[in-house]
């Protein structure tokens, strides 16, 4: 894989070719704009859709003075970055205030209780919410207190929770909060009387949920619940691999139902992992804005199938290097919900082009565009030259569409039965099971889906489907971000 050097090519290219950003000197630029200064220089070098927006053109000012005068038309860095935007097309691009925050959530780490929850409609539409818990991380508050998957809350440090309030309840300043905890009651939970008070301390979820070999009759089924594709833990999920292989699996069950991305690389591994017998050939390949493609030939844009593991750190330092332990799998099962995302999208949309490929769940989230972390250096980089140290923003705007060997992608989502064969089969919030085990109806579905090829009733809707509106995955800086790792 050519990551390293193709993004060392390209970002002297980028520089040198944007006309104010190559010339301009650090003292013409006053210090109240140099943010303002960042974000436009940023996405006028990057941003997907440069070309399309007008203010954003290469020749759209003649000398910095006349950027100046238009970077101070914007009272704040946010506001500027969302003026230049190409929304609503562009649903996913984002600006940060605290780029070690970012930094942090790419390895798993955030300020969290542990708990991770969705939140939901009443059925009465009253404006009321409710929120239950999805699965909880291993040593976090929230495990030591006994909180568990399938658990409803309603309350919030004794208020009801509702469209209004539930961002500054549940993911305000607040680094500790009281859960009510409720009863189902078709949709309209009641409060049952318990509750808990939980605390944020800042913690590391590993991306692997769980790694298991399922016995169903005679056939051994590998099952791992994979989380974020964070490239921190691949030499874990080489691991869970390598147990599949020891096992002699004869089919694998990947469950993608909260995992909203991450790292392509980390994806690209995935997928070699599950398969084997595709070394070399392209896994998928990525459309950058037009001055990028204008510069490099079309190989400069493939990922490809890999037989090695090799990460390095930002300096370029080998932190990881070990062969890949692969399965040479002909089918996998994805388990999948409208909290599958980017990364996941790309794995499911890159090996469908190769084996068979079959879904059991709801609608994907339809993202098929990813980003990279600019900082406000000369080369965009953590670790470029002449780092701005007077403040600590970064941006992550939408610089590629990615695309399989087919050259196609989803921008609407995958539809389990539809977009490509399996199961469209929902959640039941009243009825959520435990992860991994038989219990769970997604994954109970999944295993007869394997022994006995049947779909009837592949369409097993909840008639009083209620409406999930946020999760806490949401709240965290890597949200539905897929991106490239600058090495």
């Known amino acids: 894989m050519k990551f390293r050097t193709f993004y060392k090519i390209f970002l002297i290219l980028i520089i040198s070719t944007t006309i104010i950003g190559c010339t301009t000197k650090s003292e013409d630029i006053p210090v109240d704009i140099e943010v303002n200064d960042f974000v436009w220089k940023g996405l006028n070098a990057y941003y997907l859709w440069q070309s399309a927006i007008p203010d954003l053109a290469d020749l759209r000012f003649n000398n910095q003075t006349e950027l100046n005068s238009y970077l101070y038309g914007f009272a704040t860095p946010e506001v500027l970055f969302e003026d230049l935007l190409n929304r609503p097309t562009d649903r996913f691009s984002i600006i940060f205030d605290d780029y070690i925050t970012l930094e942090n959530s790419k390895q798993g780490i955030t300020l969290n209780n542990g708990m991770e929850f969705g939140l939901v409609k009443n059925a009465d539409n009253s404006g009321n919410i409710f929120g239950y818990v999805k699965y909880v991380i291993p040593n976090s508050d929230a495990a030591t207190k006994g909180i568990v998957r399938g658990l409803l ?253 087919d050259n196609k992608n989803e921008p609407d989502g995958f539809l389990p039965g539809t977009t490509l064969p399996g199961i469209e089969l929902e959640e039941d919030y009243n009825n959520l099971g435990v992860l991994g085990e038989r219990t769970d109806p997604l994954l109970d579905r999944t295993l007869v889906y394997i022994s006995t090829g049947s779909k009837t009733n592949s369409k097993i809707r909840n008639v009083n489907k209620l409406e999930e509106i946020y999760n806490s995955k949401l709240a965290k800086p890597t949200k539905d971000n897929m991106y490239v790792e600058l090495k």
């Open 153 to 405: 809350f309603n309350m919030v440090d004794g208020n009801q929770l509702d469209l209004n309030n539930y961002i500054n309840l549940l993911f305000g300043d607040n680094t500790s909060y009281t859960v009510g905890f409720a009863d189902y009651n078709n949709g309209n939970p009641t409060t049952n009387g318990n509750s808990e008070t939980l605390e944020k301390t800042e913690i590391q979820e590993n991306s692997i949920g769980i790694s298991k070999v399922i016995t169903d009759g005679t056939q051994k089924i590998g099952y791992l619940m994979y989380n974020q594709f964070s490239s921190t833990f691949d030499g874990d999920l080489n691991t869970a691999f390598l147990n599949f292989k020891s096992n002699n699996i004869n089919d694998l069950i990947i469950d993608l139902r909260y995992n909203s991305g991450g790292s392509v690389k980390s994806a690209t591994y995935l997928g070699s992992m599950v398969t084997g017998q595709f070394t070399d050939q392209l896994y998928s390949k990525e459309s950058w804005n037009e001055k990028v493609q204008a510069n490099f030939s079309a190989s400069a844009f493939i990922n490809n199938f890999t037989d090695q593991i090799s990460n390095t750190d930002s300096s370029g330092n080998i932190v990881l290097n070990e062969a890949i332990n692969s399965l040479g799998l002909t089918r996998v099962y994805f388990i999948v919900t409208n909290n599958t995302a980017s990364a996941s999208e790309l794995v499911i949309n890159s090996l469908s082009s190769y084996i068979d490929v079959k879904l059991v769940g709801t609608r994907t989230t339809g993202k098929q565009v990813g980003s990279i972390t600019l900082y406000d250096s000369e080369n965009y980089r953590r670790t470029g030259s002449n780092l701005n140290q007077n403040h600590t923003y970064a941006l992550q705007p939408l610089v590629l569409e990615i695309f399989n060997n």
